[in-house]
């Protein structure tokens, strides 16, 4: 394939769980790209999809329940959802590798931590049991780990969160993947652990020239470490841009509603401007704008319509991801998947959703 | 100021760590709560920040008298809680209630909306009489924003925003004067913890609650809380009113928090200051001497390892800091 190919190209993926009138439309139609050294950020609260196109990424989502119906995985231009069970394995921590959530439970409790990492130096390397444990001493030192030749004989109970989860980074680089994709990597540990696991992430993906998916529900996070934002919203991707952009002027009214609902730390008491209501069940996604029966300008809920905005169109017609035109916006571009996305652009964060 | 309604004075709770099967001996103590002490005020929400395992949500359970105190005291109303018993007792739980963090594990699934949010009414049958309960549950139904029609559902079938919803209405059932919130929008998404929010800020207005809000994100418990009390290894390092921990804090633990959180705001990437700490939360079984903060203090000294500082406001500090350096440093990004 031609050097032009992005690192990591989803288009138009789409998973469903379930039968009948039960099936879950889990994605939708999610397209993104990664470039090497670039960190993509996927936002999204729980049930929007961030996780399962991780998983169908990786091809380790669970067929069945699930079932991709459609949609391409491109790595480097190849073609992952056709392709074979055993060059999907050879790609998995070679090409591209995963780190969880909760690390206790993605180690195995009853082999050291070390057997557990030199383990792919063997099988993938045909390293001998005592040069591979000494690469896993190696690899614990380069995530930080004190004292690591002897840590490296210790199981995982004796870690403390964030030992644990700099043992999962050190274990999926091990065969140096080009693709690292991150779930929650901070969502257990507290938030003067989280400051270092960031911290390690971002300079190996430095180091390394890594493409990396960081998939968080945290707005924090994502605003220190992300090159680009995605916005997920039940299955389908609502928004994108650089992070700068998304922002100083998020032009979804999902986006501007998730940076309202945030409490800062640096103003004081007051109301909230939560969105109101309740994610949609995905067995039954509302027809037009998913979104539109939480959000504040679908003027069909009989409020008076705070902006020039009209709602009928939001309750018929999907708005597709487009282009917007925004001058602020990085070389990417901008896209939003809202009828009056424009209208937004041009607003700061707060104006049009303050009544 | 008015008299506090609830005044906690050195309190202590140590679990035993014990070895053997039929003849159990102690060898050594979990230091949970290591002398606490604060006032909270009627209508006053004070917010207890802390990472995992310092020692909040023993404090909570000991609050809810759940567990037995080591020692120290707390007075409810000027009355000794812990001396109270039987009837007293009884009473008592009705002016104090708990909202608990995982909305999936506090309710009973076996049980319907309308009976989990009816038990306390069975446990105090004075304050609603019988022919009454089911209005009085569909009321609370309604202040906590859920339909009260739905009186006849499992929480199964409601979102963990909602079950919180829930489990804030059983909370409120017997009008308590005091509600202890131990994490309680941790699980719940960003937008339905606004919404949770919210609702936990109108109640308070509307019948007049105390709050004990403990949460580890220091966001909520900022927007939440008049006053804030930061711990650390089972004791209290500083604690003062919102503004000051936020804006003027001086103890360097609280500094290192406060510049961890990171912001939402791409604009200051690389422009703030972050206090990165090395290392793990000593074991609460083995503290550090001294300050127990030292062990990750950049500021620590020799002073630190030999004298515990003491819990007071002095000349470099406006409200009580337990630190011998406590200096004020700007770590929040200026607005």
Wanted: proline share 8%; net charge negative; charged share 25%.
């Amino acid at each position: 394939m031609t050097d032009a190919a992005p690192l990591l190209e989803v288009e138009d993926l789409r998973v469903e769980f379930g039968k009948g009138a039960d099936t879950a439309s889990v994605l939708n139609g999610v397209s993104y790209r990664v470039e090497a050294g670039e960190t993509l950020a996927v936002l999204g609260e729980s049930g929007s999809g961030k996780s399962v196109t991780a998983q169908t990424i990786m091809g380790i989502l669970d067929t069945p329940p699930g079932r991709i119906t459609g949609g391409a995985v491109r790595f480097k231009g190849e073609e992952l959802l056709g392709a074979d069970r055993e060059r999907r394995r050879l790609l998995r921590g070679e090409s591209m590798a995963m780190i969880f959530q909760d690390a206790l439970s993605a180690l195995n409790p009853v082999y050291t931590v070390g057997a557990q990492i030199a383990e792919q130096f063997r099988f993938r390397r045909g390293m001998s049991k005592k040069d591979a444990m000494v690469r896993a001493a190696e690899l614990l030192d380069q995530v930080k780990i004190p004292n690591a030749k002897q840590r490296v004989k210790e199981y995982p109970h004796q870690f403390s969160g964030g030992m644990r989860q700099r043992a999962m980074i050190a274990m999926s680089l091990a065969l140096d993947p080009e693709l690292l994709i991150a779930d929650e990597p901070t969502t257990a540990l507290d938030v003067t652990v989280q400051a270092q696991i960031m911290e390690l992430l971002d300079e190996l993906r430095r180091e390394r020239d890594m493409g990396m998916i960081l998939i968080t529900h945290d707005l924090g996070v994502v605003a220190e470490v992300a090159d680009r934002i995605a916005v997920m919203y039940a299955g389908r991707i609502v928004e994108e841009a650089d992070a700068a952009t998304l922002y100083a002027h998020p032009a979804h009214p999902y986006t501007r509603g998730l940076m309202a609902s945030v409490p800062r730390l640096d103003s004081s008491r007051g109301q909230l401007d939560p969105i109101p209501g309740l994610p949609p069940s995905l067995t039954n996604i509302p027809p037009g704008c998913p979104f539109h029966p939480r959000c504040a300008h679908a003027d069909f809920r009989g409020r008076a319509p705070q902006s020039s905005v009209s709602g009928d169109r939001c309750r018929t017609e999907l708005p597709l991801l487009r282009v917007l035109e925004d001058p602020a916006a990085g070389p990417e571009g901008h896209r939003a998947a809202c009828h009056f996305a424009e209208q937004f652009v041009a607003a700061s964060p707060e104006e049009v959703l303050t009544p | 100021m008015s008299d506090p309604i609830l005044s906690v004075r050195d309190l202590v709770k140590h679990f035993p760590i014990t070895q053997g099967v039929l003849f159990k001996k102690t060898i050594g103590q979990v230091h949970a709560v290591d002398g606490v002490s604060f006032d909270l005020h009627p209508g006053e929400t004070l917010g207890v920040v802390g990472e995992s395992g310092c020692g909040k949500s023993t404090l909570a359970q000991v609050l809810m008298r759940l567990e037995p105190p080591t020692s120290g005291t707390v007075t409810f109303d000027g009355e000794d809680l812990f001396a109270k018993s039987g009837a007293a007792l009884k009473a008592w739980r009705r002016d104090m209630q708990i909202v608990l963090q995982d909305p999936y594990t506090s309710l009973n699934p076996r049980k319907t909306v309308g009976d989990i949010v009816g038990e306390p009414f069975e446990i105090h049958p004075e304050v609603a009489p019988k022919g009454d309960r089911r209005r009085k549950v569909q009321e609370l139904l309604e202040v906590v924003g859920l339909n009260p029609e739905h009186i006849r559902r499992y929480p199964h079938q409601f979102s963990g925003g909602q079950r919180q919803r829930i489990g804030i209405a059983r909370a409120l059932a017997l009008r308590p004067r005091v509600i202890v919130c131990d994490e309680p929008v941790s699980a719940l998404d960003v937008s339905i913890q606004a919404q949770v929010m919210n609702l936990l800020g109108e109640l308070q207005t509307e019948f007049g609650l105390s709050y004990v809000f403990i949460a580890h994100d220091l966001g909520v418990v900022r927007h939440l809380s008049d006053r804030v009390a930061v711990m650390y290894l089972g004791k209290i390092v500083e604690i003062g009113d919102s503004e000051s921990i936020y804006e003027r804090a001086t103890h360097p633990y609280t500094q290192a928090l406060l510049s961890s959180v990171p912001v939402p705001d791409p604009s200051l990437r690389g422009k703030r200051e972050v206090i990165r700490l090395t290392g793990d939360v000593p074991s609460p079984a083995d503290p550090p001497s001294g300050c127990r903060f030292r062990t990750r203090c950049p500021k620590a000294e020799a002073i630190c390892a030999e004298q515990e500082p003491p819990l007071v406001a002095g000349e470099s500090s406006d409200h009580p800091s337990a630190c011998h350096f406590a200096e004020v440093r700007q770590v929040l990004p200026v607005a």
